[in-house]
Each structure stands twice: as structure tokens, then as C-alpha cells.
């Protein structure tokens, strides 16, 4: 393995590709009102919530409401071969949306329907713009619920463009493992399905997973079938308090090694503790804490609870509070959803510069806890949670942009983060995707035969590089 | 969906590619003893458990000891352009190891080490002629299993490339979970990597699910990392026999819906017990009969039992026998693992001609009892056993394969439950894979657009078309 090189992740390069006026008439002759060239839905759909400076926007943008529209659109783009940069409602944090290469935006969020629960095969198939609060709201008569749970209201498009998991990834996989089946129309602007509603298949290529965390670079997902699960018997949640980072950490570790199949398990540091209750209100304990959660039969839940408090007592954690009620879970899981934003807050004009490394379970104390050292010696200040269940984890650097010496130290931070992460057999990504940030980062970690063999699928399956090109790899 | 045709499976089609001279010779001088072109040995590497008759065997056989040696010996057969069919221990059951288009056989069984084991990590990194079973045996003292078991005790490299599964995936997965990365050699012969030890990860395309279940054809894997489990703290299995397969298929069903976390439920039907009886004595009761294991602490076993015995009894379930040690296990179990050699038995000089479709679960009693009646309606014997919580089966349809009528009335069964287990929204394989039998199928399961899109991976990946040819799709 290679050591990556720092690189300017700010000044993502790029390289326009020229957008002719007769595609822009093309489009707007076919979409009419849906094709729109006006500069503010032009700039709203050139940026998402990385930390990336301006590149200028997308040429147009297409409203698509159908896979027809989208087959349309990319027949179109492929004709003149101008790049398509699939949008669902910006909430990518790693610069997918930028127009590096210029190009239109297909916006699917009017694709949002579901459009059909199989309640009893526990799938679901979905247009790619429904949210996942909107699914879950969409399901809740059944009984059954979808986990995957990242930061944002996501749309499960754009989850499975980033193989996006969240909080309950520990239990109950990623996007990976929870996508069944697609339809995708490719770079050509034909429309293909992959996979089937059948729990497990033999059947060639598995091109479902191929396209989830493709990022939109060999198609555009129009249909995707999910799984989805019976909302547990019982639940309940604890928050506990541990006298250290690693005490907290080391506790998570045995948890996972036992095989408790504990439904979440959430890091936050006492500097986020203390930002989430300046912003509301919650007077929690200010040290490092442990949000848990137990799914499963009420017998279950308590045998689980009752030896994660065990382990804890271990490593001395102190002050288990405990919630079964949906209100009172409610509150405990506020400290952790609102991380993002009392840390934003903090700082005024700040931005947050995400981490995403993922390691091993037996390698999470080594990497956070070097890398906590290594940041609090800049001064820098960041938040701190994890999915540390799955050994994955998140620093938001909080920088203002307008000062690059914070930019570069949150840069060099990183990558040192994730040098360390790499070397610990871990990952540079664990759910944001590699776009336009991790490209280097991505070659240190699996070598430049399996980028090579990316690139190589890459030209094949989209010989003029339309679909979202720059992203994942220079191309 | 196109309904699929039906074809003749025991005839694949032969297209045999020159194997020059210079190559043997290049390949005997590298490889010395190590490289055979001994009949015997040639013809072991050309057949496997599949029905087909018999094809030219491979022009010579590579004993591989390490990745270098598959990278020398695809290098040398790349530099002639001469197909390399990879070889575990030969347990497939649809043609896989063939050499339809002539070649030679990269036999891995010597390359057979268990490489690392990170207990902590619950991962393992092997060789890819390890297989199931020693791989289990090399583990036991360190309190974790791998729970992936399909009949034979085949290679992990074979497992991999067939997606396989069997008895616990209901619980664990198939290995399209349980593969977290890969050394892959190329068609070129260069070595990459795939995946890292991290549980989960957004880093750029899922290579390891592509390269999980292509059967060879897109490269050879000379390392495989996969999850393991810790065993359960208690295990306990019973038997229960039914009035009729409906009620036990919907007994499955149920479980399935209410999310037990069942490790095993396997059907067998009132015939199979017979020839499993005649062949090993058990005296089990001549009835549909579904196996289960539950895993899990003593009270969540003891919960997830009484919800099975309390479901089984509303289906009309009775004289369930339980087994808690070991030992009675393994009588119960023995059922099961004796089902294909008992009725291959029950009929000498036979060969099974084995079904593998999977549907979604609400569909598995209506896609198997109407293959039930059209089967008992040919007067064809035959064995069926199933996964039946993934929705996955098989017939085992009994043939003489000297007798034609017998190979066609197979053939047609196979066809029509295929066509309905597609049309109920089901897949052809659910981990046999497709190899030489199921073409047809794969095209009809998931149109021509997207086995063109495998097809245009292959041919990018494998310009020259060596990995393994004439599977899968034809090329």
C-alpha cells in the first residue's frame, strides 16, 4: 500500500466540457417547463453539504418524473456527449454534485413514489427520490421499517449511489446488503433490471451491487427494491457515561466480539456533549458516552441490556440511563441527530470537514485515539461521533473556508487519519462515497490494478464518460 | 419477461480453441511436475458433479502452490490466448469446470492455507482450495465458525465464485455477505486487491461483489477474507413433521414474517425421508418434515423454539424431537447432509439432475406445490429438500442418463418450475450459479440488456476472452 499525498481537496480540478446550445434546446423542447436554465436552480443543484469551493453549476437542469424522462434526458446528454449529474436533494458530503466537467443536472426528486410494499417477502420497490423519513412514514401501517439511517434525509438514490448505511448499520447492514434489486438506465439511455424480490441469487454478474456505490458514474438507478424489517417486538435505549474515550471504545469492542447483536452503538465525545447542549438544552453528562439501543423479543432485549451494562461496569462506565419509551428514546437519540448542527453552530460561518474512516473492530481504539491527540494538538476545533459498532467514525473539523490555514490543517488531519486508518487494514470511506475528496485516498487503499479495473469498467460501460465524470477517479 | 426456451442441457455446445504446443511446453518448463497432460488427471479436471456428457477434457492441468504460480500460468495461456478454467475440488453442479472451449485447468486444491485469522476481528484470510470444512476444523479453538455450508465440502475460491450458500444463510448470509475482500488475478495475470478487512465500506466500485459469483470468468481469486461468527452460546435443533408440505412451507413462511432469527429451516419431503431411512436408518416418521436450528443465548433459543412449536401447531405440526447436544444433532442433521446420497442410491446408476430456483417467500408454497404435482405426474423419482427460509429449493430429479425420455422429462420439469418461479417474481439459481445449464434462464430472469451489460464487462476485463469461457452467457 502506497501512503496517499495531501492533495487540495477545496480546489477539486476541473476540466468543462462544453455544453452545446443545441442540447439545451433539445432538452427544452422535450421537457418544457421540467428543463430549467435559470441561474438559481442552476447554482442549487451545482454544490451539496461538502466543504468544496464553487466550481461553476450544471448547464441545465431536468426535472425528470419518470424513468422515461431519465431514459430521455441521458439519450440526449449521450448524443452530444455531455456529462449527466444524477441530483436527488443535495445531501452528498463529498462533493458528487459538483459539475467538475460541466454537463446538465437530473434531478429525480419528483420520482418519489413507493411503488410497492410486499409486506409479507419484507421488500419494498421505490422511485430513487423517496426519502428515507418519507419510506419509513410510507410503511408504518405495516409494521415494518427501513434501518439505513444517515445523517440527512437522504434519498434512497442517493444512498444507494454512496452505499450510505447511518446508526443501524451494525445490525442491520448497509445499503450493500439491503438493495435486492434496480432499475438503471445506463449511460446509453437504455433501461435495465437487475437482481430480483428473491432473498439470494446465483444469478451471474451481480451488477445490483456493482451500481450501489457507483455513485452515478455507470447509470442512474429509476426503481430500487429494498428490503425492509419487522419493526422489533421491544425496544429500548440507554445513554452511558465512561470515564475516557477509550473506556467507551473498549466497552463497544467486546460488545461486538461477543456477538451482541445490539441494534446501534454511538460514540460522542465530551466537547460534541457539550456543543449538543448549548444548542438544546439537553444536560448531559459532559464525558464520553455511549448511545445503545436493543432490538428484539422483550426477553431478548434485556439480556442484551443487562450485558452490555456488565461490560461497561468493566471499563467504568457509570450512569446508565435507560428509555423505552418512544418519547424518552426520542430524547436521548436528539443528542446524537443534532451533533451536525450544534457543532455548525458553534462556530458561526464555519463549515464542518468530515472524516469517514472505517477499521477493523480490534484496530478503533489505536486509530481514534491517536488521531484525538493529533487533533486536539492543532487546536482545531471538531466534533467527534461514530458508528463505532462497525468501527467507523467521523471528526467534522470545523473550519471557516475563508481561512486556509484551518482548511490545510483539517486537510493534513485527515490525512493522517486516514494513512493511520489504512495502515490498520481499515477503509477511507465507510459510508459518504469517494467522490471528488477521497480519489487519492482510494488508490492508497486498494492499489492502482483495482482503480485501473474500475477505470477499465468505467470506459466500457460509458465509452464518452457522461455519467458524472470526475468522481471516484480522475477520468 | 420473456418465458425462457427450453433447451438441451445435457448436449453444451463445443467450440474447442487450439491449445498450441509452445504453450505446453512453456507451461511444462515453468511448472515442471507440477503441470501434467496425464489422461487420468486431465480427465478429473474436466467433469464435476454436474449431468452434462462427457466434453474433451483440458489439454493440461497446472498444479498452482501461489499466486505467483496462477499469475504465471494466466499470463502464459494469455499470451496465447488460451482459456484457463480454475479448479477447487471439482463440486459443481452445472458444468463449471468444462473446457467447452478447450484450455487448461488451473487446479488451486494445493493452495490450501488458512492464512490469518483475526479472532478479535471475526475475519479470516484463506487460500482458495481450503474448504468448508477444514477451514472450520482450523478455527474450532478459537471459539468461531463459518457458518457457510452448501452440500459438498467444497473450496472457499469454488464457494466464492458461485455465490454459494446453504443450510445457515437464512441466518448468516450467502457469500455474497460474507466475502469482505479479494487477491484477484487478472485475465492479464497481474495480481489486485479488492475490499479491506473493515466491515463495511463506500470506497469506489464493490469489485468483491462483482468478482463473487462470476464463476471464473473475470479472474482467478488467489485470497479470499471472510466473516466469521462467534458460535452461539446455545444451539438446540428439532424436527417436526406435517400433515402435508403446505403446512409446513407456510409454517416457514410465518416464522420468516415475524422476523425470528431462525439459523436453519430446511424441508424435506415424505419421499426423501424414505430413501434417507432406506439408506441410514433413522426410522424418521414418513412424513414432510422441516429441520431447524436456533442459535443464540439459552433464553433467546428457549423464546425463539416456543414461537416455532406455537406456529407449527397452528399448521397441524406434531411430534416435534428436539436436540440439544451434539451429538443428537448430528442424528437429526444426518437427515439432511444424507438426502442426495441416499436418493442417488435408491436408483443405481443414476445421476440428479438438481433444480435451484428461489422466490420470494410469500410464493414458495404456491411455486413448489404446483412443481410438486407436475413432478409426481411424469412418474420421474426424485429427491426434494429446501432452504426453505430464503424461498430457496431443489428438485433432485432422478435419471438414468443413457435414457433420453427420462433427460427430457427432467429438462422440462426444471423448465416449467424455472418459468414459474421467475414469473412469481423468483430467480433461476439461488446458489448453484448459472454455468453451462441455466444461459437460457439468466436471459430470461433478467433480459438482454442486462446480461449484454455482463457481457461488456467480460469483454473488458477479459478482452481475450480466457477466464473460464462459454459461461454464464455465450462469447
Redesign the interface.
Known amino acids: 500500500m502506497n501512503a496517499p499525498t495531501p492533495h487540495q481537496h477545496l480546489a477539486p480540478v476541473i476540466a468543462q466540457r462544453e455544453v452545446p446550445a443545441a442540447l439545451i434546446a433539445a432538452l427544452q423542447h422535450r421537457f418544457g417547463a421540467n428543463c430549467s436554465t435559470a441561474q438559481v436552480i442552476r447554482e442549487q443543484h451545482g454544490r451539496d453539504e461538502s466543504a468544496f469551493t464553487t466550481v461553476p453549476p450544471p448547464a441545465a437542469v431536468v426535472f425528470a418524473e419518470s424513468t422515461q424522462d431519465v431514459s430521455d434526458a441521458i439519450r440526449l446528454a449521450a448524443q452530444y456527449q455531455v456529462p449527466v449529474i444524477p441530483f436527488g436533494v443535495g445531501s452528498s458530503l463529498e462533493g458528487h454534485l459538483l459539475a467538475v466537467q460541466g454537463g446538465i443536472s437530473v434531478d429525480v426528486s419528483r420520482m418519489n413514489k413507493v411503488l410497492s410494499i410486499?409486506a409479507?417477502?419484507?421488500?419494498v420497490t421505490v422511485q430513487p427520490g423517496v426519502t428515507r423519513k418519507q419510506l419509513n412514514e410510507e410503511i408504518k401501517s405495516t409494521g415494518l421499517f427501513f434501518p439505513i439511517d444517515p445523517g440527512a434525509d437522504a434519498s434512497i438514490g442517493g444512498m444507494s449511489a454512496?452505499?450510505?448505511?447511518g446508526t443501524n448499520?451494525v445490525r442491520y447492514?448497509?445499503m450493500?446488503?439491503n438493495v435486492l434489486a434496480l432499475e438503471v438506465v445506463?449511460a446509453s439511455g437504455?433501461?435495465?433490471?437487475?437482481?430480483?424480490?428473491?432473498?439470494?441469487?446465483?444469478?451471474?454478474?451481480?451488477?445490483t451491487?456493482?451500481m450501489?456505490?457507483?455513485e452515478g458514474t455507470?447509470g442512474l438507478m429509476t426503481e430500487i427494491t429494498l428490503r425492509i424489517?419487522?419493526l422489533?417486538e421491544a425496544v429500548s435505549a440507554a445513554i452511558c457515561s465512561f470515564p475516557s474515550i477509550e473506556a467507551a471504545v473498549r466497552t463497544t469492542?467486546a460488545t461486538?466480539?461477543?456477538?451482541v447483536?445490539i441494534a446501534r452503538v454511538e460514540l460522542l465525545d465530551a466537547n460534541t456533549i457539550r456543543m449538543v447542549n448549548a444548542y438544546a438544552k439537553l444536560g448531559l453528562n459532559e464525558a464520553p458516552m455511549l448511545l445503545m439501543e436493543f432490538h428484539?423479543?422483550p426477553?431478548?432485549v434485556k439480556?442484551q441490556a443487562e450485558t452490555l451494562q456488565e461490560l461497561a461496569a468493566e471499563f467504568g462506565g457509570q450512569s446508565f440511563e435507560w428509555a423505552t419509551t418512544p418519547e424518552e428514546r426520542t430524547r436521548l437519540w436528539t443528542a446524537r441527530h443534532n451533533a451536525y448542527f450544534a457543532a455548525i453552530q458553534s462556530k458561526p460561518g464555519c463549515r464542518a470537514i468530515s472524516t469517514?474512516t472505517?477499521?477493523?473492530?480490534?484496530?478503533l481504539a489505536d486509530c481514534l485515539l491517536e488521531s484525538i491527540d493529533e487533533a486536539d494538538a492543532t487546536g482545531l476545533p471538531y466534533f467527534l461521533v461514530g458508528h463505532v459498532g462497525?468501527?467507523?467514525f467521523h471528526f467534522g473539523y470545523l473550519i471557516d473556508p475563508n481561512n486556509p490555514v484551518e482548511c490545510a490543517t483539517a486537510e493534513e488531519l485527515n490525512h493522517k487519519l486516514v494513512t493511520r486508518a489504512?495502515a490498520l487494514?481499515?477503509?477511507?470511506?465507510?459510508?459518504?462515497?469517494?467522490g471528488l475528496h477521497?480519489m487519492d485516498?482510494?488508490r492508497a487503499?486498494?492499489?492502482e490494478?483495482?482503480?485501473d479495473?474500475?477505470r477499465?469498467?468505467k470506459?466500457?460501460?460509458d465509452p464518452h464518460n457522461i455519467m458524472n465524470p470526475g468522481k471516484?477517479?480522475s477520468l
Open positions: 410486499n409479507e417477502d419484507l421488500t454512496t452505499r450510505a448505511s448499520a447492514g448497509t450493500r446488503e445506463t437504455e433501461v435495465i433490471r437487475t437482481g430480483t424480490r428473491a432473498k439470494k441469487s446465483a444469478a451471474g454478474y451481480d451488477l451491487r456493482l450501489v456505490g457507483s455507470l424489517y419487522p422489533p469492542i461486538i466480539q461477543m456477538g447483536p428484539g423479543s426477553a431478548g439480556e469517514d472505517c477499521v477493523p473492530i480490534s484496530k462497525d468501527g467507523n489504512l487494514g481499515g477503509t477511507c470511506t465507510g459510508e459518504h462515497g469517494i477521497k485516498f482510494l487503499e486498494t492499489g490494478g483495482a482503480v479495473m474500475m477499465t469498467i470506459r466500457a460501460l471516484i477517479f
